[in-house]
């Protein structure tokens, strides 16, 4: 197989990215021999080596940061939360310098070609509440309520993440009740505690500037 025969075997899979296991499969090739075309097609600038064992093809218009999440993770499933979800929702208009996701693994950063992701660990039985981005986007994300209780869990934890927010704007549709529904399922008590009363505060807050619109 020559290296126009596994660009077209790259175009043929209609992705931006893809691993390089399932690109051996598909061409026939060893792994070994794949690498050595994607370096290639590297240096002609067709394709884009993320990290290991994950590439990009360069001219699909949907390649993104958010688009090669799940390539990162091919054994686990990660979803899109904490700030990163608030910023996509409109909720925190900074843009933030780090996708921040959560995972059942190990917390740890991962420095690809295309943007830095920082993991945080949630426990099993909290990794819920997630669903893919606008329904059929290629990247699972938080609702907003959780990515906000999120928030609140890993603070606890990790007492410099989540301690201060930037400006938090809440659309009408943002349901502090199904953000408190989040909340008790927190699985430690202390935790859950910590999590409600930080929410409570955030609600109070919310509450009193928009009093404070009404009387402007």
């Not at 075997?9 to 598909?26: Q, S, Y």
């Not at 039985?125 to 059929?136: I, L, P, R, S, V």
């Not at 400006?167 to 935790?191: C, H, I, M, Q, Y």
Request: aromatic share 10%; with cysteine; hydrophobic share 45%.
């Amino acid at each position: 197989m020559s290296d126009l025969d596994m660009m077209m075997a790259v175009r043929a899979m209609r992705r931006p990215a893809f691993l390089t296991g399932e690109l051996a499969v598909g061409s026939g090739r060893s792994a070994s021999a794949t690498v050595q075309a994607l370096s290639r097609l590297e240096r002609a600038g067709l394709v884009l080596k993320v990290c290991r064992g994950v590439w990009a093809d360069s001219a699909n218009g949907a390649l993104s940061p958010y688009s090669v999440i799940p390539y990162l993770f091919p054994r686990n499933r990660a979803y899109v939360s904490f700030i990163s979800a608030l910023h996509l929702y409109g909720i925190i208009e900074q843009i933030p310098q780090v996708i921040t996701l959560a995972a059942a693994i190990h917390t740890k950063t991962i420095r690809t070609r295309v943007g830095t992701f920082f993991v945080h660990q949630i426990a099993p039985t909290f990794f819920k509440g997630f669903d893919w981005y606008k329904k059929e986007g290629s990247f699972l994300i938080a609702e907003p309520e959780k990515a906000l209780i999120d928030c609140l869990y890993v603070s606890v934890r990790r007492k410099n993440q989540f301690s201060h927010f930037p400006e938090l704007r809440f659309s009408p549709k943002f349901s502090f009740s199904k953000a408190r529904g989040w909340a008790g399922k927190v699985p430690d008590s202390n935790t859950k505690k910590h999590v409600l009363a930080r929410l409570e505060e955030i609600l109070k807050t919310r509450n009193r500037l928009n009093d404070m619109e009404v009387l402007k």
